[in-house]
């Protein structure tokens, strides 16, 4: 009997990825994912538009539909 080679699963692709930058405010290297970083040291965070995802648009909740 012969077995086929088994492939290993692909990685699951989330669509996130990794960045890094510097810290606009006291230059350390700073990771993030997608754009969006968050020094550890001194606290700067970037502006969420920086980031390359948007953000998920504010659902509004709409009341019960009367009439
Ligand atoms: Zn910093």
Not at 10 to 19: A, D, F, H, Q, R
Not at 43 to 60: F, R, T
């Amino acid at each position: 009997m012969t077995r086929h080679t088994e492939v290993a699963p692909k990685p699951v692709t989330t669509g996130t990825e990794i960045t890094r930058t510097d810290c606009k405010q006291c230059g350390t290297e700073v990771h993030g994912i997608d754009g969006r970083y968050s020094c550890p040291l001194c606290g700067w965070v970037n502006h969420w538009s920086e980031g390359h995802n948007e953000l998920p648009a504010e659902v509004d909740s709409s009341g019960p539909t009367t009439g």
